[in-house]
């Protein structure tokens, strides 16, 4: 029989100590119990974090680097990922993995609710972060508790990994759309890196949208879903009310916390697989209305005569066309506060122009950044920021009513501009 990890880092431990509870490579997350990987990082080394580790209660270190309280191992990247996955031979329960280009948070969240399983909280979806959550589900002893836990992928061959550590029972794409070109170059390798994740799953599910991408062999045993009329597999019966949320009809209606028909989509998915899990749409449905909404994903923020967009957390093509969709939808007058699209490689230029046209209609545009700044030229009520700064400062002079979207890419820090608009002063 094969030792587990936490027996592992028992044998490793250099002197005795509270059990170990779990694993982390982050200083700034460890709980008392967890195991401090100090790894080597692009600006720093985490040993040197070690001493910030411990006093939060870390048990010990592991690195490459000597420590008074610690235990060397050449590769401390790799060996962590080993005892993820010896973490996840001793799980017998269902565990999920959900992917695409847009929607994966949104839908981890929205399944971890309809089928009362343990997610990787918040973005946490890299082969490292996801072996330290298979440690601590170890740690918690709830082996058949279904997990659902979010891939994201920015290069070729890290599905291959993310896979391998996680070996899902069930997969899910959202979505397949241009994302991160400077690591996966363009869409076709997109779809065959994503699709790693059904061909390795029992049971596959996706987008009626993004299944028009798949190879014949993988489709032929993917369940769609989509919404109402559009030929998928699964179409549960939403409409989007007044305020823009979507309404489950079923006998009785049950109104989703998100917003748009993209989050309808993505909920459809996540019934789905709870149906496949054989838990009743009626019961899936009621748990999804009491979900928790990870920020800044479409988040709605309202005050006496404005109402905020907030989908600053990130901003793709894809995204954005989601993103537009609701305000265009919303109160008038509109205002689009929109900032660069990172990582689309060579067809950046492009990519943004083609969102000219949609942004014509919107009644106020203030774009941030150099690639921002191609969306509608001719737009008469366009602004120009170079940074966000400039922005903050912008926006701080203009008589904003109705609804304003903020989105970019995280790099462009955005939710300094949320911070500002909802600030005491600007709601008062």
């Not at 985490?46 to 010990?60: P, S, V, Y």
């Not at 790799?78 to 949104?106: D, P």
């Not at 061909?199 to 489709?219: G, N, Q």
Request: hydrophobic share 40%; charged share 20%.
């Amino acid at each position: 029989m094969s030792i587990s990890s936490l027996e592992e880092l028992e044998r490793l431990r250099p002197r005795p100590g509270p059990a170990v509870t779990g694993a982390k490579y982050d200083s700034r997350r460890i709980t008392p119990g967890d195991v401090f990987f100090a790894l080597p990082g692009k600006h720093a080394h985490g040993i040197q974090f070690a001493g910030e580790a411990l006093a939060r209660g870390a048990t010990f270190v592991i690195s490459d680097q000597p420590h008074p309280t610690g235990t060397v191992v050449s590769d401390p990247a790799t060996y962590l990922l080993k005892l993820g996955q010896q973490s996840r031979n001793a799980r017998t329960g269902a565990v999920i993995g959900v992917t695409g280009s847009v929607g994966k948070t949104t839908t981890k969240d929205l399944l971890a609710a309809a089928i009362s399983a343990y997610a990787s909280p918040g973005n946490r979806n890299t082969p490292l972060a996801h072996a330290t959550e298979l440690i601590s589900m170890e740690a918690k002893r709830i082996p058949t508790k279904p997990i659902v836990l979010e891939l994201g992928i920015d290069h070729i061959g890290e599905m291959k990994v993310l896979v391998d550590l996680v070996r899902p029972t069930h997969g899910i794409i959202t979505a397949l759309a241009t994302a991160h070109l400077d690591g996966l170059k363009n869409l076709a390798t997109i779809t065959a890196e994503k699709t790693l994740l059904l061909e390795a799953s029992s049971d596959s599910f996706a987008d009626i949208e993004a299944a028009k991408y798949l190879p014949s062999s993988v489709r032929k045993r993917t369940t769609t879903y989509g919404l109402e009329g559009e030929g998928a597999d699964f179409e549960p019966p939403f409409l989007i009310d007044r305020a823009g949320h979507p309404v489950l009809k079923l006998g009785a209606s049950y109104r989703l916390p998100g917003i748009g028909r993209t989050f309808a989509r993505n909920a459809a998915g996540a019934l789905a697989i709870a149906k496949a899990l054989n838990i009743h749409i009626v019961e899936a449905a009621a748990r999804m209305v009491h979900m928790k909404l990870s920020p800044s994903r479409l988040q709605i923020i309202r005050s006496d005569n404005l109402t905020i967009i907030d989908d600053s957390y990130n901003s793709s093509p894809a995204s954005l066309v989601a993103a537009l969709e609701v305000l265009l939808a919303s109160n008038k007058p509109t205002t689009a506060v929109l900032g660069d699209m990172l990582e689309l490689g060579t067809s950046a230029d492009d990519l943004h122009c083609s969102f000219s046209k949609s942004a014509m209609t919107i009644n106020q545009l203030v774009t941030v950044g150099e690639k921002a700044a191609l969306i509608a030229p001719n737009h008469p009520n366009a602004i120009r920021a170079l940074n966000t700064e400039e922005a903050i400062e912008i926006l701080a002079n203009l008589d904003l009513k109705g609804t304003i979207l903020v989105k970019a890419s995280r790099g462009m820090h955005f939710e300094r501009i949320i911070t500002a608009l909802t600030s005491t002063k600007r709601r008062s």
